[in-house]
């Protein structure tokens, strides 16, 4: 097998498309670069492993970019009686804003109004929800600076926050806290480009063909060249195709549908508000204003049947219903006409059975099913992790590498090191009095921290081009910059637009943006090219 890699990070260290030059055997091979996979990848290089982390398709191609773009405390799963779950949500939230990601993550004021609408039992459950959601907090030992304690608000200082709220019937509201991440597929992307830097090869259009527990066989999907791959153990984590690759998992998939709104279509903004669905005692339907000029409006829980689907598509039954939701709770109703983007993702639910029912006879309600994840052992011995959320990634990827190293062996045992991630920052990671005191572009620092001056410095150096010309829009109203498609493609292994616009930034959520900033694509690809060569 190859040696086990450095344990000293490097920011000089790139994703790579395609398979040229990848090892041939290693400790470990990741199927999946979405959240899971690529902390599954994060930790075990760290533990002294040789990885191999692969993608058909691209770094958070699939759930992973689907998101609320919350980093949850884990309130729902305790409303549901999954304490469990609740706690390691919260545990995990604190990891991330702390220690691993302060520099991607912020505190997210959340708004719930109390109108006439909303019944005593509704109130009860409300006020009960944010206290236990403190309390989980404080068993998380997150800091009250970091997550501050709920509060109950009067008329005036709910409209003073949120001045489009309906006034008629208002009573006031709750104003509790959560996690909120820049984006979801820059995670990813910096979880990657960790492991990479920690040695780990980082392939993506590389797709799997044959998995057992000791060898993949793949495909390089730009070139059509196959490949046999030996490992010691194998993961499978590929989320809602991961019953696709080995036998014994049954998943469940529910969609979960967002819509994008423009920020003038809710003006004054600057907390989230959670607008409770009516007829429901713990069921809200959020509007997540973003940094990028948009508001998310979501989300569903409709369960799906039939093939996965590479990208999901929202259902107008969906949309109405959001819209629905939110326009009860604001002052001027929203239309269909408001909406200028949506987006929907699978939850890879790993189906153990119940007592609900989601409309299909089988006795199984996707939004009752457990978001616990497992680790299953397939009769080929490819370790699969499954089920989990965003927020719990890194625990997901914790247990994965155990289950993985378990099953290769006392040889491998007897090299490997202990989990290092609940201590391990991110690139670009620092606290934030240290990134605020930072003098580089605030949109930068915001999307890589500590790492903005290596995405400006590398722009420079591969395009020769002035700052004020790195640094513009790339289009009116559009924030990205020159600077940041370049990084994605120097540093982060884009090939092409799609990877640039759709999972390196997030400018494909709008088609109309999309379609505007094409041309900075190109023109990036371009610029990079001879440096990617």
């Not at 929203?334 to 609900?356: C, I, K, N, Y």
Request: proline share 7%; glycine share 10%; net charge negative.
């Amino acid at each position: 097998m190859t040696s086990p890699p450095t344990t000293t990070p490097t920011t000089t260290t790139r994703i790579t498309p395609g398979l040229a030059g990848a090892p041939t055997e290693v400790d470990l091979v990741v199927i999946g670069l979405g959240i899971t996979g690529a902390g599954v990848a994060l930790d075990a290089v760290t533990r002294g492993l040789s990885v191999l982390a692969v993608d058909a398709h691209d770094l958070a191609f699939g759930t992973s970019r689907w998101s609320s773009k919350m980093v949850h405390g884990g309130l729902r799963y305790l409303a549901k009686g999954q304490v469990g779950v609740a706690h390691e949500s919260a545990v995990e939230r604190g990891i991330l804003m702390e220690t691993t990601a302060p520099h991607l993550t912020h505190p997210m004021p959340m708004l719930v109004p109390l109108s006439s609408s909303v019944t005593r039992l509704q109130t009860w459950m409300t006020r009960s929800g944010m206290w236990a959601g403190d309390l989980l907090r404080r068993g998380a030992r997150t800091d009250a600076e970091t997550l501050p304690k709920p509060r109950h608000l009067s008329v005036t200082e709910a409209r003073s926050l949120v001045p489009a709220l309906r006034p008629a019937g208002l009573r006031g509201a709750v104003l509790g806290w959560d996690g909120q991440l820049e984006d979801d597929a820059r995670l990813v992307t910096t979880i990657a480009r960790t492991a990479a830097s920690y040695g780990a090869h980082v392939r993506t259009r590389a797709r799997v063909l044959e998995a057992t527990g000791t060898s993949v066989r793949l495909r390089d999907e730009l070139t059509g060249a196959t490949t046999t791959v030996a490992a010691r153990s194998v993961v499978n984590a590929a989320g809602v195709w991961a019953g696709g690759l080995v036998d014994g998992i049954r998943l469940r998939p529910s969609r979960g549908t967002h819509l994008v709104l423009r920020e003038e279509t809710l003006p004054g903004l600057t907390v989230s508000v959670f607008c409770p669905v009516p007829g429901e005692t713990n069921r809200f339907v959020m509007v997540l204003p973003q940094p990028d000029g948009t508001v998310y409006v979501g989300l569903t829980d409709e369960p799906v049947d039939g093939e996965i689907p590479d990208v999901p598509q929202a259902s107008e039954a969906e949309v109405g219903f959001l819209l629905d939701v939110v326009s009860a709770a604001f002052s001027h109703p929203l239309h269909r006409s408001d909406v200028v983007g949506t987006f929907a993702g699978l939850r890879p639910l790993l189906d153990l059975g119940g007592d609900g029912d989601d409309g299909d006879g089988d006795g199984t309600r996707t939004a009752d099913l457990s978001r616990r994840h497992a680790v299953l052992t397939s009769s080929t011995g490819v370790i699969t992790v499954v089920g989990g959320k965003l927020t719990t990634y890194r625990r997901m990827a914790e247990d994965a590498v155990d289950a993985a190293v378990a099953a290769a062996g006392p040889t491998l045992e007897r090299r490997v090191g202990p989990c290092r991630t609940r201590e391990l920052p991110l690139l670009g990671a620092a606290p934030r009095a240290e990134l605020a005191a930072l003098e580089l572009p605030a949109r930068l620092v915001r999307r890589y921290g500590t790492d903005a001056a290596l995405v400006l410095d590398s722009a420079r150096a591969v395009s020769g081009l002035p700052d004020e010309e790195l640094l513009a829009p790339v289009a009116p109203h559009i924030p990205v910059t020159l600077a940041e498609l370049l990084f994605g493609v120097t540093h982060e292994g884009a090939a092409d637009v799609d990877d640039l616009l759709d999972r390196r930034t997030r400018v494909g959520l709008v088609p109309a943006d999309r379609e505007l900033a094409v041309p900075a694509a190109r023109r990036a690809l371009e610029i990079a090219a001879p440096a990617v060569r």
